[in-house]
Structure formats: C-alpha cells, structure tokens
C-alpha cells in the first residue's frame, strides 16, 4: 500500500511541475519603437468644443482613436465625484462630432461580474491595441480612492460591445490600493505597460507590465523624492522611457520626472522639469515630431491649465499655449489627456468646471508659434 | 464572471461558513455548511470586495474548518510562525515602504518555485503530510491559472492574522507560566 507520505509528496512535485510549466518568462522589456521623426506639415489651427454633458459631474477623461481613425473618450459621470450613481461613459467622434454617449461600466455591472461589492467607480483609461479597445478603471467597494482596485474590460467592435469586467490582482493586501489615470504604453513583445499608482500607506507610482495575452508579468516601483501619483509616460525609444508624476505631497509641489533605460523593467528618479504642480494629473504625449509635449496646471491651483513643448526628450521644456486660464483663480480645468491621430492633429481633453469634459484640437504649428 | 470572481464569491462564502463553525452550537458542522449556502447568495460579495479573492490556502483550511468543525488547526505553529514573520517583513514593502515591491516576485515566480521544492522534501520528511498537500493545491491553482500571483494563491492578510491570532493564543499560557514561576521564585 503506497503510504500517505509518498502520495502527498508525488501530488506536490506534480503541482509544483503545473506552477512552473504556467509561470510566465517574458522576453526582455522593449518598447515598441516609435515612429521615425517627421515635421507636421498641418497649417495653424486651433479649435474647443464640450462632450455631450450626462449629469452634473464630469472628470478624468481618456482619449484613443479606433481603428477606423475615429476619436474616442472614456470619461466618469454622475451626481459628484466618489457618488454611487458614477458610471463610466463613452462616445466616438465621426464627421458630426460626438455621437451620444453610451454608459459603458456601472457599479452594478462591475460588482455582478466581479462578485464582489462595489460602491464607486473612477478614473477611465481607453486605449486601442490593434482592433483591441481596451478600458481600465478603477472601483472602490468600501472607503476612499485610496482602497481602489482595477477592472478591464475589452471590446472588439469598436466600443459597440464589451467584454465582462475582470478585477485585476495588483496588491497582496486585499487587493487595495492600485489605480489608473494615464494610457499605457505598447511594448515590442505585444503586451504593454501600464502605468499605476498607489495611496493606501505611501503614495507611489507603478508600473505594470502586462503580456499579450492580458496577464500581468511584473509590477515595478518609479521612485519619486515625493509621493508621486499618476504617472505619464511616453518612449522615446525601444529602450528609452520617460515617465512624468503628479506630485502627491505638500504643496507647493512640482512635477517629478523618471527615466527607464530598459523598456520599462526598471526606472530611476531623473531632474524634475521644473513646472510646478499643485496636485493635479498631467498628460504626457510623444509627437509624430519627436517633440514630447506636456499638459498640466502648473500653477498653485487647477485654474489654468498649460502645454508645455520639450526638443531634448524631456531634458528641457519650455512653455508653449495656455489653453484655459481664470484670473479669479477659482475654475478648475484639470486632468488632461493626450492624443496625436493619423492626420496630425492633436487633441487634448480635460474637465470643464468638473461638469463637463472639454476637447482641444489644434496643430503643432498652433503650439509652436508664439501666442497672439 | 471570470473563474476569479466565482472563486472569490466561493471562498468568501466558505470563510464565512467556517466562522459559523466556531460559535457554540450543536452541529456546527451543518451551521457553517448552511451558513456557507446562506452567505454565498448574501454576505460573500461583500466580503469578497471588501478583501479581495483569499488565498488558496485560507479557503483550503476554511473548507477543512467545515468538514471538521471540532479537529484542531491544521498548520502547525512553525509555519505559523514564519508565516507572521515573512508577513511582517512583506507587507510593509509590498504596502510602499521602499523602492522594492516584493509582490513582484509572484508574477513571474519560478525562483519561489524553485525555493518550494527543498520545502516540500522538507515537509514530506517531517511528515507533514496535511501541510504538503496544502501547498500542493496553492501551486495546483496557480499552474491551473486561477491566480496570476503565486503570492496571492500561498497567503493574505486575514491568514497572516489567524496565524498570529493562534500565536498569540500559544503565548498567553507560556506567559502565564513564567509569572506563576516568577512569582514562586520571589516568595520567601
């Protein structure tokens, strides 16, 4: 008779040879490599326009465009901002502007597809891969943002219809306090890496790399001199990567900066650019140019909202257009989002007085020439 | 709903089921089994978005807890132990105290892997078979691509407090002990 002994260790070593045959080995990180650099040849233009507004509050939009060349936002919508009744909206632009937007996460839908209790839905991140939509945001079942975790959803047909949502694992304690603000980027093996933040116990920016067939692969720490939160990103090349962070910490604060030369596996603190930053997103954007261009209030206050242009990768930056600005210092225009679509144009969409999301869309020759 | 939200529910509704078993009631073997029916159409999603899915390890040990209600806990206080050690160490960093997230090695985990093997072989010789077949299931749910962490399939903050928790409960009559010794030793 095979004694006990034997038999669990035989159960072991076959479980331990499934766990190795599963365990993921990535290639070596690379990001897809950018575009050659090639002048906008786009005349002077400049143009703003409000989304169709859903409910008294508006905040945090994303932008992607489809693969049929068409813009689309993601963006939350409800009564306030932390609201039970905040769901997740998306629309597409065509010829006639935005079409009516469509209610694409509730916290009901998530909670049913997730088996799990959620109280307020936040921050959405729309990106397209290929004929891939993907959209992450962040849920929250008890608590504040800082108790968040992710949810994904995909959709094959242009946004028509989505995937259930899944709850991505991102913490060992409780699943807690991983969130989404900034579009990921797409790295040479098909996966991406996406960048995160954390704000349970300290404040910290992350990056996740997840793999072409959508599971995560490794989760990174991009270390900041302060808390650091929501970072943006943008590859410079297969290997060069520069990673730009809201400054979580006492005010007045400044955006941070951090350098990764080895596709996004590792990321070290680099010179800050020195544009101040008073706790508000920014959006970070590699032009067709090679250009890096920079949204973001850098002011003490989310009352004017700013692009700033870099020729160097990021070494330096200079101030280019203000796009909204209030003397009385007390309109919020905030978080912006980046996006450059196949004809050049370039569109910035950011929150409105927190009750709508406005779209920007000019030319770089808009953003080079100096200002009337 | 994906396989890890149905066992999330699933387990969350065992964790509950196993706490019924703990009260003072006859049958405690069929309450936490009825409370586990109960819970998992009630009071399991709540749980489950309030802590997430729980480790493997945990539901494996609730589910014991059910079958049998009035048998001693199955780990032993060594693994106890070490287990409220590695976690005193491990939070903190995976919670952001530092550069390093050692949440990270669970994703692509074939060095902890690797490290489980002379464990295995350890508790084989020991003949801890409960234990082994334990962690077998742990690396069973990753290989079968339930977790996507191996970290999240061994351990979680409510097994790091149970562990303690049983620590504790071993500690108290130790102390007790010591002061009646201390206190005879005084006497004159």
């Known amino acids: 008779m095979v004694r006990p002994?034997?038999?669990?260790?035989?159960?072991?070593?076959?479980?331990?040879?499934?766990?190795?045959?599963?365990?993921?080995?990535?290639?070596?990180?690379?990001?897809t490599r950018p575009s050659p650099a090639t002048p906008s040849v786009l005349p002077r233009e400049f143009a703003v326009e409000k989304l169709p507004v859903v409910a008294a509050m508006a905040h945090a939009s994303s932008l992607t465009a489809l693969p049929d060349g068409r813009l689309a936002a993601a963006w939350f919508a409800g009564s306030r901002e932390g609201a039970s009744d905040v769901e997740i909206w998306f629309s597409v632009r065509d010829a006639k502007g935005w079409n009516a937007p469509r209610v694409v996460a509730t916290p009901a839908d998530t909670a049913a597809a997730t088996a799990a209790v959620v109280r307020a839905l936040g921050n959405p991140v729309l990106y397209a891969q290929g004929k891939r939509l993907h959209l992450w945001y962040v849920s929250v079942a008890f608590g504040g943002w800082a108790v968040s975790s992710i949810n994904h959803r995909a959709s094959d047909d242009g946004g028509e219809s989505w995937s259930p949502p899944e709850k991505l694992v991102t913490s060992p304690f409780f699943n807690i306090s991983t969130l989404v603000r900034a579009p990921p980027i797409a790295l040479a093996d098909g996966g991406l890496g996406l960048p995160v933040y954390q704000e349970f116990v300290a404040k910290r920016a992350e990056w996740l790399r997840i793999s072409a067939q959508g599971r995560i692969v490794g989760k990174t720490r991009m270390p900041?001199?302060?808390?650091?939160?929501?970072?943006?990103?943008?590859?410079?090349d297969e290997h060069n990567g520069l990673a730009l962070l809201r400054d979580g910490g006492r005010q007045p604060g400044r955006i941070m900066a951090d350098v990764s030369a080895d596709g996004g596996a590792t990321w070290r603190e680099s010179a800050s650019p020195g544009i101040g930053n008073p706790d508000s997103s920014v959006a970070l954007l590699r032009l067709a140019s090679g250009r890096l261009l920079l949204a973001a209030n850098p002011l003490n206050g989310r009352y004017l909202l700013q692009l700033f242009l870099s020729d160097d990768n990021g070494k330096t930056w200079r101030a280019s257009r203000v796009v909204e600005s209030d003397p009385n210092g007390e309109a919020e225009y905030s978080y912006p989002a980046l996006l450059q679509t196949s004809d050049g144009r370039i569109h910035l969409a950011y929150t409105f007085q927190s009750q709508a999301i406005a779209h920007a869309v000019f030319s770089e020759a808009w953003l080079t020439e100096v200002a009337p | 709903m994906s396989a890890m939200a149905l066992y999330g529910r699933i387990a969350a509704a065992l964790l509950l089921g196993a706490g019924v078993t703990f009260l003072p009631a006859p049958n405690r073997r069929l309450l936490g089994a009825l409370a586990a029916?109960?819970?998992?159409?009630?009071?399991?999603?709540?749980?489950?978005?309030?802590?997430?899915?729980?480790?493997?390890?945990?539901?494996?040990?609730?589910?014991?807890?059910l079958v049998k209600p009035h048998r001693p806990p199955t780990p032993g206080n060594l693994a106890a132990a070490l287990l409220v050690a590695l976690a005193s160490v491990f939070y903190p960093l995976a919670l952001g105290l530092g550069p390093f997230d050692p949440f990270d090695l669970g994703y692509r985990p074939q060095s902890l892997l690797l490290f489980l093997a002379p464990v295995g072989l350890w508790l084989a010789w020991r003949r801890q078979e409960i234990l082994l077949t334990l962690l077998g299931f742990d690396l069973l749910a990753y290989g079968l691509g339930?977790?996507?962490?191996?970290?999240?399939?061994?351990?979680?903050?409510?097994?790091?407090?149970?562990?303690?928790?049983?620590?504790?409960?071993?500690?108290?009559?130790?102390?007790?002990?010591?002061?009646?010794?201390?206190?005879?030793?005084?006497t004159p």
């Not at chain 1, 900041?224 to 410079?236: E, F, T």
């Not at chain 2, 407090?161 to 409960?169: D, E, K, S, T, V």
């Open chain 2, 146 to 186: 339930l977790f996507d962490n191996l970290l999240s399939a061994l351990f979680d903050p409510l097994l790091v407090l149970l562990a303690a928790i049983r620590l504790a409960g071993l500690a108290r009559p130790a102390a007790r002990a010591l002061r009646a010794r201390m206190s005879r030793a005084a």
């Open chain 2, 37 to 65: 029916v109960v819970a998992l159409f009630s009071l399991a999603p709540v749980l489950h978005g309030w802590m997430g899915p729980p480790s493997f390890t945990l539901t494996q040990l609730a589910l014991l807890r």
């Open chain 1, 224 to 236: 900041s001199p302060r808390p650091g939160l929501q970072p943006a990103v943008a590859a410079i």
């Open chain 1, 5 to 31: 002994k034997w038999t669990a260790l035989a159960f072991f070593a076959i479980a331990l040879a499934s766990a190795l045959w599963r365990a993921p080995t990535p290639e070596s990180a690379a990001f």
